[in-house]
């Protein structure tokens, strides 16, 4: 039966290869999460349900099979078992849909070898996200923006979650200024409680304004994940001869320019923004994941995940 366009769209954002990497994922949370549903990452709050916390007092209407008759017997006084409850993640993914994304990277390659644009290179990566985290029976949900939020859907664990998200996907296009500072100080602000935030960019704006936004995650109880997405002509600056180089964000903006003569200069600059990145989020103990358009998304992902439970 001949599918839909839309089918055909779902397809390319999530096809089966994908959903067969993703299926042998799990992502789990490193602080504390909110949640709605028990799951498998811990809560702040106290319950009854997995890995014990502590003890506290009795007082009249607790339950009495959860008082520790050991520590009676040494106290002569009834204490209650406390448990951390696990809860269900609650994943913002945030694509940055700028015009700088758009960059493919080296033309003249043959075709089966060029990379796709950064754009496109996450949107695959938020679908594998949001169908990772809806797999797991945890709550996705997706932020577009460029230099002002484009769109917003609150994380949800249903499973009609990833349709909505890759729906979302297909109608988004780059092509816009960048103001990534701005909108993860408005993000940070409207997502209503403590979860993972996975941010896919390529944090092009001042870096000094992009700290103090990360940060403001941090301080709202966020832990955040940066995927910083970068051609590999971005980071290697491979050009030799002199040619015109065009602003992807900015509408007629072009230089002419001798690569050569700048190639030095240009790749000090690379290399302290991005030691910088790595470097903040240390600090604020979030995850950095560099990636390249050249290297398949799906195994950068898996990668990550497997150094992350590692290190959990």
């Known amino acids: 039966m001949p599918r839909s366009l839309k089918e055909v769209e779902y397809m390319r954002l999530l096809p089966p290869e994908t959903t067969a990497t993703i ?97 496109a290179y996450g949107q695959y990566l938020a679908a594998a996200l949001s169908y990772l985290a809806i797999r797991q029976q945890d709550a996705a949900g997706l932020v577009t923006f460029d230099d002002r939020v484009r769109s917003y859907l609150p994380a949800r664990s249903r499973p009609s979650q990833v ?59 966020h832990e955040v994940i940066l995927y910083h997405i970068m051609a590999e002509e971005e980071l290697t600056f491979p050009f030799s001869k002199f040619n015109t180089f065009k602003d992807l964000e900015v509408n007629g903006q072009r230089m002419q320019i001798d690569p050569k003569s700048i190639k030095a ?22 995850d950095y994941v560099p990636m390249t358009t050249k290297e398949p998304f799906e195994k950068a992902l898996a990668t990550y995940i497997a150094r992350r439970r590692h290190n959990r």
């Open 163 to 221: 349709r909505r998200i890759l729906d979302q996907l297909h109608r988004t296009e780059a092509g816009e200024d960048t103001n990534v500072a701005e909108v993860l100080h408005e993000v940070a602000e409207r997502i209503p409680r403590r979860g993972l935030v996975c941010l896919i960019s390529d944090m092009f704006d001042d870096p000094d304004a992009v700290n103090e936004a990360l940060y403001h995650f941090a301080f709202r109880g």
């Open 23 to 119: 299926d042998r994922l799990e992502m789990l949370a490193r602080q504390k999460m909110d949640g709605n549903i028990t799951g498998r990452h811990s809560s702040p709050k106290k319950g009854f349900s997995v890995e014990f916390s502590e003890h506290r007092q009795y007082t009249p209407g607790d339950d009495i099979r959860n008082l520790d008759w050991k520590v009676y017997g040494k106290k002569d006084r009834y204490y209650i078992k406390q448990y951390i409850e696990e809860t269900n993640l609650r994943c913002t993914i945030l694509l940055d849909c700028s015009g700088s994304m758009n960059y493919r990277g080296d033309l003249s390659a043959k075709v089966e070898q060029q990379a796709v644009t950064k754009f």
């Open 265 to 286: 200069y240009y790749l000090d600059r690379v290399r302290a923004f991005v030691a910088g990145l790595e470097r903040s989020c240390g600090q604020m103990q979030a």
